[in-house]
Structure formats: C-alpha cells, structure tokens
C-alpha cells in the first residue's frame, strides 16, 4: 500500500528533496463513510461561486451577484444549522447562479459553442523524485482511477501517453490493462504522443528520437489497433528543430505542449501556429494558455485559457489539460465537478468562457486543420528550435549517464550494421536477433526519458539506469562477437584476427587516422615538436603549425591555406572556471551571469612533451584548480599523409574534480 504525498516522502520539508528509504508510516484506522452527495455538490457550487465573486471584474454586474447569492447561501445555511433539509435550500440557490444542470453531463448539452476545451490527463514522470519501481504502481493506481471516473461520468476523456507505461501495465497488472483497453475501445482512454517516452529531444542522437516514435508506434497499433496522430510532449526542456520532420514520418501532424511557459526571461509570442523544420516539414503546434499540463480546472484556469491566449486573432480555442500530475493521480472527481459548475456559470451569467471537454485532443486538433486547410485562418509558423530558457544546468548533470546514453547509441548502430551484414553475407546458420536487439532500444529509449537522460532525477533512478545500461552492454557485446564470428572473424584477447589485424569500418563516411604500430624507420618525421621559448612549443606536421604556450594554443597556422586560424589574439584549449550559483535549482539551472565570475587557469608546472615518435608528437600541462581539484590536458598532433583531408589538433582532459557550485569549461 502506498500512503505517500504526491511526491513521495521527501526529507527536510522541501517537497522536490529525495525521499528517506528507510520512513514509514503505520495505517492504524480505516473508516467507511456514507457521502451526503447534496453536501458535496453544495461544496463546489459555493466554491465556484466564490470564484466569480473573487475573479470577475469589479464593476460588474456577475461580481455583485456573484457576492450576493454567497451570502444568501451562508445565511441558508447558518439558519438551517446544516441541516440536510437547508442544504437542499441552499443549493436551489445556488443552481439561481450556476444554472440546474450541474449535476450531470447535460450541462455541456448546450447551443453555445465553447472555446475552452478541457481534456484529463495524467503526467507520470517515469522517474524524477522515485525509481522505475514506484512508477510501475503510480501507472497502475492512476490508470485505475481513471477507468473508475470514466464509469461515473459520461463525458469524461482522458489521455496517456508514453508506450513503455502501457507495456508495464500490461506486464505487471494485466486485469487492469484489459480495462483500460475495453474504455479505449469506447473512445474515452486515448492513447496519445507515439513516442516510447516522453523524451528529452537535445541529447539523444538522431536515430534515437526516430527510434522513440518507431517503437511507440508500433506498440500503440499492436495493442490498440491505431497510431498517435498527436505527439504529446508537455514537460520537456526545449525541443529540437527535427522534431516536425520526424513526426511528420511518424504519421503525426500535431504537437501539444507547454514548457516554453517557463521561460526564464523571454515570454514566447505564440499559442497556436504551424512549426516547421529544418527540411520544410510542418506541424500545428499547441501550447495551453494555461501554462501548465497539471490544471486544477477552476474557475481561474477556465478564465486564463483565454485571457494567456496569444493567438485570438487567429483561432480562440485551447486545450486545458487538468488532473494531478508528475506524481500521476490523474483527474478527480473534484475536477470534474468543478468543471460543470463553470460550463453552468458560463451559460447562465456570462463573462467566463465557455468550457467543455472535446471528444478528443485529435478532434480539437481536427477543427484546427480544417480552418487553417479551407482558408478560415492563417497560422502563424515558427522556424526552427522551440529553445527552453530554464534548466540548461541539465547538460552538465550526471555526465556518466550521459556516457552510457552515447555508447549504447553507438553499440547499437554497430550492432545493427555488423548483424544485417552477416544476414546478408555471413554464415547461414546465423539469425538476425531482432528481439535482443529490441531489449537493448528500449532499455536505452526509457533511459532517455526527459527526467532520467538530462540529470534532473535523484540518485536512486541513477541506480536503475545503471542497471539498464549494463544489461545493454552485456548483450551487446555478445551480439557483436555473434555478428562478427558469422562474418569470419575470430574475436581473440588482443583484438579482431584473422590472417592479420582487421579494422572493421562501421561509419556511414570515410575515415582515416593514425593507428600505432611497432615498425622500424628510418624516414624524416612527418611530425616533429620542438621547444621555442620558455614552456613554449610548437608542433608541426605538412599542414598545421600549432604553437602551444603553457598549454593553451596561441596560434593555429593552416600551411595550406597560408593563413592563421585563430583570431589575433585568441586563444583555444584555454580551460576556463566559472561560479555555478543559480536562482534555484542548483543541478538543473544556469544563470548568465555566471559569465561575469570568469577566471582562467594557468598551468601549475611546464609542460612537459608525453609522445614523440615520427608519426605522432603531444604535449601534456598541469592546473591546479584548488588544494583538491586538478586538471591535466593533452595536445597532440598526427603526421597528415593524405593532402586532400584536413589535419587535426586533438586535445584531451583528465579531471580530477572536487568542487561544487563550479564550473570548468
């Protein structure tokens, strides 16, 4: 049983804080209660109520009456003592204000068209404040929940996304999977967003987002008979400029969300516009003017999703998406009924918009199409990245899981190509081994979840992408070794043999670099490194001429070319320290006024040559950073044998870290 606050049990009164694994909570009582239903309607009819007297303007007539029918009711109530047979009174006066129809679904039965369109859903972070265990039961108490709300209330909808949530589902609580599946049937659960997760879309590589809608997609069809036609995506920090063109291969020509609402200093001008990307591809593009996916659905949200729209000259919809999130739950009955009460305000006294919920986020995106493809509106379209001005911290947090999202991505593209070659070309005895393959993307697409991949998780889910990581290696390594014993080669200690050493060339373009090899020589070096001054060194193949001073490059002369690379007085490989002291969150978030703390590191000691043979010359320098922290860097040149390719500088940096609110650039 779980008896947690939505976001777990945190310690030190900070709700975002990770949890104490070792607090419990005893259940001592359990009541059964009998509802007084009028009781509970009166609830939300006066809270309703007091809303218009609190929000509508002050010179106006819905206020005053607003304030009003309050008082009669209170005085109804304060007469009668409680009583049921006052509670009753009371709400006829109040249904005076809010109109007789807020007790059931007929209440949106009315000529009026609304604008507001509120759809329930529910934001399961994957992992953030709690591991993938804890998530597994948020998806199953939630979905639950839903399924029962659907059954009370007829014009309910309510929208899931995220693939690798359902799979779960089906895994670990089948009885509850099949009822979700019986209401997505009838139309009210939707299935929505076609991607595997909800995922972060800068850091993943671009096979990897191609793969997030692949496997997505191809269980929502599986399972539900259908493809998303709506990518959903609220909670994402920023999103990429392919995002349209990949949707748009995915079947998919719409796209909701809201996080650019957090902006840090820039308001973004759009609610409702086309967004296209880098080759052309298009898709409308949503964003709640409620500015957030978690709405209470009350009288304020209603009210703001229209006065926040930035498009009314174009189209006067939007989408509220209400229920408790992040944490899961869902929409509550409490929502619910609070959304009535406003649909009767609405109709019967005016002022507040129209609400309603739609058949679905696909039907409001339908109408949408229709205006924009007859001519009825023009939208307005945005080029390129939808660019988040908050948690840029993110790309600096958890580097070694970051490390393992970029070597699972590469393993998986050798994998794949060293596999289909030998199903094509190697021993017939071998199978492409298409369901390891499976385990290993979706393990590595759930670990690119836009809590988990960018860092802003706590240390226990670490712990489980840790875990996934490893099975990912694990198998991968024996699938290369199948995939390349099938092709002829031998996977020995030392390396790939066969008659001799074998490079096996998995790039998709040529490539060429120096590989080390124990030979006699007596040839001119086709590198040489020399000392030209104090702890300065130049190093030069038939290309490049790099000067080093101390270990930062002072001067990168093409030969070709005849011309100097940097800008006078540049400099490159200049290691860099900043202050990291953020607003807010201290992992998540940069500010730019860490610019300002700028100091550059000098080297601690000369620098010292590490390699010089004819093919290959480096200089290493030491920095000290503080009494705790150092840093070692390496510059290296390779000879340049092919004149037609460029030559490169390379530069490495080995870290010996310690600090905090620091950093090095």
Not at 405 to 432: F, M, P, S, V, W
Request: hydrophobic residues 35%; glycine residues 6%.
């Amino acid at each position: 049983m779980a008896a947690n606050g939505m976001f777990g049990v945190p310690t030190g009164g900070d709700p975002i804080q990770p949890p104490d694994p070792n607090r419990y909570f005893p259940l001592t009582e359990a009541d059964l209660v009998s509802v007084n239903l009028d009781a509970r309607g009166l609830y939300y009819d006066f809270w309703i109520i007091g809303d218009g007297a609190r929000e509508f303007p002050e010179d106006s007539w819905q206020e005053h009456q607003a304030l009003q029918v309050c008082n009669e009711i209170m005085d109804c109530f304060i007469a009668g003592e409680g009583s049921r047979s006052c509670i009753q009174d009371c709400r006829k006066i109040a249904k005076k204000y809010l109109g007789d129809k807020v007790d059931s679904e007929d209440v949106y039965k009315t000529e009026t068209d609304a604008i507001v369109n509120a759809i329930g859903n529910c934001h399961i972070d994957t992992c953030w404040l709690w591991p993938w265990a804890e998530t597994k039961r948020k998806i199953a108490r939630s979905w639950s929940n839903q399924c029962d709300l659907l059954d009370r209330y007829p014009e309910h909808r309510f929208v899931a996304s995220q693939a690798q949530q359902y799979k779960w589902l089906e895994q670990l609580y089948p009885y509850a999977f099949d009822r979700v599946k019986s209401h997505v049937k009838k139309g009210n659960f939707q299935p929505i967003g076609g991607s595997w997760v909800e995922h972060d879309t800068n850091m993943p590589s671009g096979e990897s987002l191609v793969r997030q809608f692949l496997y997505g997609q191809r269980y929502f069809e599986s399972r539900f008979g259908e493809r998303c036609r709506t990518f959903w995506l609220p909670d994402t920090f920023g999103y990429s400029t392919q995002l349209p063109q990949i949707c748009r291969l995915a079947g998919m020509n719409r796209f909701f969300t809201q996080k650019l609402s957090w902006n840090n200093i820039n308001n973004f001008p759009h609610t409702t516009f086309n967004w296209v990307s880098l080759d052309g591809s298009q898709v409308i593009c949503h964003m709640a003017p409620c500015e957030t996916y978690t709405a209470d659905a009350h009288f304020g949200d209603v009210k703001r999703s229209v006065t926040q729209h930035k498009s009314m000259d174009q189209d006067t919809t939007s989408l509220l998406p209400f229920g408790k999130g992040d944490g899961g739950g869902g929409p509550t009955f409490e929502q619910l009924e609070k959304l009535r009460r406003c649909r009767g305000l609405s109709d019967t006294v005016g002022l507040l918009p129209p609400a309603k919920i739609p058949e679905s986020v696909d039907a409001f995106f339908d109408r949408l199409e229709h205006r924009a493809a007859t001519g009825d509106t023009q939208l307005v379209t945005w080029y390129g990245e939808l660019y988040l001005e908050l948690h840029r911290g993110c790309y600096t947090t958890q580097a070694n899981n970051k490390k393992n999202n970029r070597k699972a991505e590469i393993l998986l593209h050798d994998i794949e190509y060293l596999a289909t070659l030998a199903t094509i070309q190697g021993d017939q005895g071998y199978k492409y081994p298409k369901e390891d393959i499976d385990f290993m993307w979706e393990n590595v697409l759930l670990c690119q979840f836009h809590d988990c991949l960018p860092g802003s998780a706590i240390e226990m889910c670490y712990r489980d992408s840790d875990e996934a990581y490893a099975k990912v290696f694990s198998t991968g390594k024996k699938l290369l070794k199948n995939a390349l014993g099938a092709l002829g080669f031998d996977d020995g200690a030392t390396g790939l043999k066969v008659a001799s050493d074998v490079v096996v060339q998995t790039l998709g373009w040529k490539r060429g670099e120096d590989i080390s090899r124990s030979i006699q020589t007596q040839s001119r070096p086709a590198v040489t490194i020399k000392q030209t001054g104090d702890d300065v060194y130049v190093l030069q193949n038939e290309q490049l001429k790099v000067e080093v001073s101390s270990g930062v490059i002072t001067s990168l002369y093409d030969l070709k070319a005849k011309r100097e690379v940097l800008p006078k007085g540049g400099k490159a490989n200049q290691l860099v320290v900043f202050d990291d002291k953020p607003l807010y969150w201290q992992a998540w978030d940069v500010e730019v006024y860490h610019l300002n703390s700028r100091k550059e590191l000098e080297a601690s000691s000369p620098s010292k040559i590490t390699e010089q043979s004819a093919h290959r010359v480096a200089i290493t320098t030491s920095y000290k950073i503080s009494e705790k922290s150092s840093v070692k860097t390496t510059v290296s040149l390779s000879a340049s044998y092919d004149s037609s390719k460029p030559s490169l500088v390379e530069t490495e940096a080995e870290v010996d870290w310690h600090e905090t609110m620091k950093f090095l650039k």
